[in-house]
């Protein structure tokens, strides 16, 4: 069965501090990894995506991959008191859009002001 | 941006009774839709992959006959819950994605309670 395991948390972080959420999973044949975020009672955002060994950087969010470890993070700079939600890692097997994700239980992050 | 819409936001209904939740894709077309579940203070969990004009496959421990899915075009997938019971009440999300793109984009979610 896939696994996707994350710290829930919560993880406190004073504002205008770097945020670093992490990520392991269990199938070596996963393609691409995905970070949402979720605030009570709504549905998950998308933030970021990665498919390929390194960083990707997307403004205030880097995502990192490392296949061989089976390890995926997300860094938050400067972070915002509206940053604060629970991170949704996710999974999912293929490259293409066939199959669904497989998400892990969420790490809780804190901005505190 | 991709942009996924449902409906009803939410529901309230009896137990016994049928309730359907509609997920369209409003700015693109989609093959293939999901649909999730989310129990509190849990985290999503995959229940079917609806795939248009043809049968929906399941992940496993989910009751087909239950929870029925309809894909009748590229923008609209319909997951009807059959003979609901108070167990069933949960967050149920769909999502889809773009033919261009392999990132998923989510519903705003349907919160069914049953009494």
């Known amino acids: 069965q896939k696994e996707v395991e994350q710290n829930s948390g919560p993880l406190s972080v004073p504002e205008g501090a770097i945020a670093s959420l992490n990520c392991t999973y269990s199938?070596?044949?996963?393609?691409?990894f995905f970070w949402y975020r979720q605030y009570s009672g709504k549905s998950p955002e998308l933030i970021m995506s990665i498919y390929s060994n390194g960083d990707k950087e997307d403004g205030r969010f880097t995502a990192q991959l490392n296949k061989a470890s089976q390890y995926v993070s997300l860094l938050i700079r400067d972070s915002q008191p509206s940053d604060s939600a629970t991170y949704l890692c996710a999974v999912k097997d293929s490259g293409g859009g066939a199959d669904g994700l497989t998400f892990g239980k969420g790490t809780h992050l804190i901005i505190q002001p | 941006g991709a942009v996924v819409s449902q409906h009803p936001s939410w529901v309230i209904c009896k137990s016994g009774t049928s309730v359907k939740i509609e997920c369209r894709s409003l700015?693109?077309?989609?093959?293939?839709m999901f649909w999730y579940r989310q129990f509190p203070k849990q985290s999503l969990m995959l229940m079917a992959t609806s795939n248009e004009g043809s049968k929906a496959t399941y992940e496993q421990g989910v009751e087909k006959d239950k929870f029925l899915i309809n894909h009748a075009s590229l923008t609209l997938s319909t997951l009807t819950v059959t003979s609901a019971h108070p167990e069933d009440s949960s967050f149920y999300i769909c999502?889809?994605?773009?033919?261009?793109?392999?990132?998923?984009?989510f519903g705003p979610g349907t919160r069914l309670t049953v009494t």
């Open positions: 700015d693109f077309q989609a093959t293939t």
């Open positions: 199938d070596r044949g996963s393609q691409s």
């Open positions: 999502s889809a994605d773009p033919v261009t793109s392999y990132e998923q984009y």
